[in-house]
């Protein structure tokens, strides 16, 4: 049995934490937009064809994307200093699988510079022709993809020592915690599904993903207003 300390985290560090959960989603959500509004499943051509007309844009989803992951670095140490009294070996499970996720994401994108380069048209090019560029293009953007879903994986894993951090800590609702559980277990099975059936687009965390939203929104609207509980 652990005994948790009677000190309770400022509302400041909580707010802080909240506001960096928030500010990910618009800048994840842009990236994702241009990625695969601009990807024609089954026409590699068109895909091409689309890329090269918003490359500017594309580029603007690339960093887009690395800023979010920047945020999510932020986020992982705030709320690490949120929960360390709690249980700091889960707070420091949730922070390791958090950064390993980070580490998966930012890596991942350098097939999206793949995809940059091989729209580019640069003369080092000419040993493919069009048919075999766009083919490479189409194939990049698929292993694009399969990154991210490995992410998942720790996008998931990160999520159940934040559970049990915030059904044990006495801070928050249990329900949330509850929440935040379902959601990363709708991204391990995110992964499941893309890896099995990579062209179903089904998307479990389209439905799973409410905890991400009531957790972040708790803590920068009404942060830490209990105290810790004995576990």
């Not at 990236?31 to 051509?45: A, K, M, T």
């Amino acid at each position: 049995m652990n005994i948790i300390e009677e000190e309770v985290p400022s509302n400041k560090n909580a707010r802080i934490s909240g506001a960096l959960y928030l500010a990910m989603a618009p800048f994840a959500g842009f990236s994702l937009f241009v990625n695969f509004s601009n990807f024609i499943h089954g026409d590699p051509l068109q895909t091409v064809t689309n890329i090269q007309s918003v490359e500017t844009l594309y580029r603007l989803g690339v960093i887009s994307w690395l800023i979010q992951q920047t945020i999510f670095i932020l986020l992982a140490v705030s709320l690490f200093n949120l929960f360390r009294r709690v249980n700091k070996i889960s707070a420091s499970l949730m922070a390791v699988f958090a950064f390993i996720g980070i580490a998966v994401a930012f890596s991942n994108e350098i097939f999206q510079f793949a995809v940059l380069r091989l729209v580019s048209e640069g003369d080092y090019l000419q040993v493919f022709d069009r048919v075999q560029l766009n083919s490479l293009v189409v194939l990049f953007s698929h292993l694009h993809n399969h990154g991210i879903q490995i992410a998942h994986i720790f996008w998931g894993l990160w999520l159940f020592p934040m559970a049990h951090l915030i059904y044990s800590s006495g801070y928050f609702p249990k329900i949330i915690a509850v929440l935040i559980a379902v959601a990363g277990i709708g991204y391990i099975l995110d992964f499941v599904v893309n890896t099995f059936l990579p062209d179903s687009g089904i998307t479990v965390t389209q439905f799973t993903f409410v905890g991400e939203v009531v957790f972040p929104l708790w803590l920068l609207f009404k942060g830490v207003t209990t105290k810790p509980q004995k576990t």
